[in-house]
């Protein structure tokens, strides 16, 4: 079973709207970590936002919030005011119990185009 | 603050060579993990390195190995390639991953392999 989900192959966005990127996700683990990375053509991962299943408010990180919903299992990931420079793949990752270090459980991405 | 620096960007070979690729760390962390990403398959984990030690493994043959020297720079190897071993190898460094703590990705070493 896939342990993250992103249903939106891709998606287009005006500029300057907001636009929210799904992710689901499938573990029993009660400790866990979730991670939103933005890859652009270049290819290096560039870290966005994390949210630990712990914590109690959503993460927000400048124009970047997760919109975590524990019971559904979602993180979703909210660009505000999309900018031109936000096209790229995005991808949902989790790390499945603190002691699991570097491994993250990636999904399959969704490549957001920004329209001007 | 210099980032993850990974070499050879680029590199083609052929079916049955090695391949070695390395990984430079951001100054300070002390765990390196190494992903695949492919067209196909995604993003999968290789292995992670702490303190010149394999921490965490992922689901690869042999063929895929690594290692990490004293100064946390880590190298991976590839044996005896395979077509499909042709993708983009991701190196990500990190203080400590126990916690909370994000990885910092290289720009990645992009393999072909013909």
């Known amino acids: 079973a896939q342990k993250i989900t992103q249903t939106q192959p891709g998606m287009f966005v005006q500029e300057k709207e907001a636009v929210t990127l799904d992710c689901t996700y499938d573990?029993?683990?009660?400790?866990?970590?979730l991670f939103w990375y933005k890859q652009p053509s270049s290819g290096e991962m560039i870290f966005l936002i994390y949210?630990?299943?712990?914590?109690?408010q959503n993460a927000t990180e400048g124009r970047y919030s997760l919109n975590f919903q524990k019971a559904r299992k979602s993180a979703n990931l909210v660009i505000s005011a999309s900018q031109l420079g936000d096209s790229a793949m995005y991808f949902c990752?989790?790390?499945?119990?603190?002691?699991?270090?570097?491994?993250?459980?990636f999904g399959q991405g969704t490549e957001l185009s920004v329209k001007p | 603050k210099a980032g993850v620096t990974q070499t050879p960007r680029y590199l083609i070979k052929t079916r049955g060579q090695q391949v070695t690729l390395s990984c430079s760390p951001i100054?300070?962390?002390?765990?390196v993990s190494w992903y695949q990403q492919t067209p196909g398959q995604g993003l999968q984990f290789l292995f992670e390195?702490?303190?010149?030690?394999?921490?965490n493994k992922g689901n690869f043959p042999g063929r895929f190995s690594g290692r990490q020297f004293s100064n946390s720079r880590s190298e991976m190897n590839v044996s005896t390639l395979e077509l499909g071993d042709s993708a983009l190898y991701l190196c990500?460094?990190?203080?400590?991953?126990?916690?909370?703590?994000?990885?910092?990705f290289g720009e990645g070493s992009r393999l072909t392999v013909l």
């Open positions: 990500a460094s990190s203080l400590d991953t126990r916690r909370t703590g994000e990885l910092f």
């Open positions: 573990t029993s683990d009660p400790s866990y970590g």
């Open positions: 949210q630990g299943s712990y914590d109690q």
């Open positions: 990752a989790m790390r499945e119990a603190y002691n699991q270090g570097g491994k993250l459980i």
């Open positions: 100054s300070g962390h002390r765990s």
């Open positions: 390195y702490f303190s010149e030690t394999q921490r």
